[in-house]
């Protein structure tokens, strides 16, 4: 059974960088000429595209993970590996992508065509003939490829709505969608029968055309997370306008001001910016209650009735105008994307008394060589960690001589340099 999926998991990761080749030129009887070993492909990106087309999340329910390709190895010949393909994904417009584990907000994807990178693929090792120099006539070492970005995101959709219906379960809003537009709801007379938002087109004139958003049932609570209501709060977020609508005939004989009462006191509660939002207090069933009783209730707002169609023409129009002025008031929205410039530099952490690790992308590339055992590896190795200023950094971490330093997988034993 498929439905509705407003909040997911998502696991990325970038393909892999290609490895580098050590190759040499073979001319005639010379069996090591020059170096001819190419470079390695970059791993494919992860991208995240908003897409009018997706309508949920459900594509990530019970399939969260995604891979781009790996980037292949370079040949000889001086023959490049080819670039892994990269992965586009795409999600529903008002996407929310965050940290799992933080709740750090990466980017919101709000409009169609707006798009984040995911995960990075990993850089493509240097072939060996990218490393030949005066000093180094024959290289006999080429870099591996970087592993490409991980990471856990949480995915949160939010409707782009220009009105959103408000108000307790049973009051009558899925049936008001189902008149208003062509969405065709579940109904039935019974709390809790929408189990997740409703969308629909609503066309007032020639140019008035809006979108109506049904939010399943609040109750009492539901900023805390009582009922379902609590669920999908967030979808109000980015509606214009909000249209409480008040049972006029309740079941359960919670009068009109009080209903109003706890609508706005859930909607504060969640978010207190909600309440300066132009709204519409709607009486609803207006069909079940006589002129006599509507006067002892008090209620002297707009009243309809989804059933008769009594002040629906009329509350439409009220909706276009609202969101005529809202649409004026506030230019639309842009999606935000959080960049995520790369890190630099290189800095040590102290993993034991006698055992330090340094992190950063350039120390790690420096010793990501196919062979760490050649003189030539070697001394590359100490040239550019050298130019990276990292016997400084150990010295200020407090390393003595003896001491073991980590690079990613390779280790060396420490000596302070003269």
């Known amino acids: 059974m498929t439905g509705f999926v407003d909040e997911s998991q998502l696991n990325v990761r970038g393909g892999d960088g290609g490895a580098g080749c050590v190759s040499f030129r073979r001319e005639g009887p010379v069996v090591h000429g020059g170096p001819n070993g190419g470079d390695g492909g970059r791993g494919g990106d992860i991208w995240l595209v908003a897409d009018h087309n997706v309508a949920s999340l459900l594509a990530f329910r019970d399939h969260p993970h995604r891979r781009a390709e790996n980037g292949t190895h370079g040949k000889g010949k001086d023959l490049h590996g080819k670039r892994g393909a990269s992965l586009e994904i795409s999600v529903p417009e ?17 409009g169609h065509g707006d798009r984040w990178l995911a995960a990075a693929g990993g850089r493509g090792g240097r072939g060996n003939a990218r490393f030949l120099s005066n000093r180094r006539r024959a290289p006999t070492f080429a870099e591996q490829g970087e592993i490409g970005e991980e990471r856990w995101l949480k995915l949160e959709m939010q409707l782009m709505a220009d009105v959103a219906l408000v108000g307790f379960p049973n009051v009558g809003k899925s049936t008001l969608i189902s008149v208003i537009s062509a969405a065709k709801p579940k109904i ?17 004139d020639d140019d008035a055309e809006f979108v109506v958003a049904d939010i399943p049932g609040l109750i009492e609570g539901a900023s805390e997370g009582r009922g379902l209501g609590h669920r999908f709060l967030r979808h109000i977020e ?26 706005l006191r859930e909607l504060g509660e969640y978010r207190p910016d909600l309440l300066e939002r ?31 169609g009594q002040g629906v023409r009329a509350l439409l129009g009220m909706f276009a105008e609202q969101v005529a002025v809202a649409r004026a ?45 050649t003189a030539d590896a070697l001394a590359y190795i100490d040239q ?9 950094l150990l010295q ?23």
């Open 188 to 204: 039935a007379n019974y709390p809790f029968t929408t189990l997740a938002p409703n969308l629909g087109v609503v066309r007032y």
């Open 238 to 263: 980015r509606s214009r306008v909000l249209c409480l609508l008040i049972d006029l005939a309740p079941d359960d004989g919670i009068s009109a001001a009080e209903q109003q009462s706890v609508l």
């Open 384 to 392: 550019r960690l050298e130019r990276l200023g990292v016997n400084r």
């Open 278 to 308: 132009p709204r519409l207090v709607v009486g609803t069933k207006a069909d079940l209650v006589t002129p006599e009783r509507l006067h002892e209730l008090g209620f002297d707002g707009p009243v309809i009735s989804a059933v008769t």
């Open 396 to 418: 200020r971490a407090g390393a003595r001589d003896g001491d073991i330093v980590w690079i990613g997988e390779f280790s060396f034993e420490y000596r302070a340099d003269d």
């Open 329 to 373: 008031a506030l230019p639309d929205e842009a999606g935000v994307v959080v960049l995520r410039p790369e890190v630099g530099g290189s800095k040590v952490e102290r993993i034991a008394d006698n055992e330090y690790r340094l992190i950063g992308r350039e120390a790690e590339r420096a010793v990501a060589l196919n062979d760490v055992t």
């Open 94 to 110: 008002g996407t929310i992508v965050k940290d799992l584990y933080t709740g750090q907000v990466y980017a919101e994807l709000l």
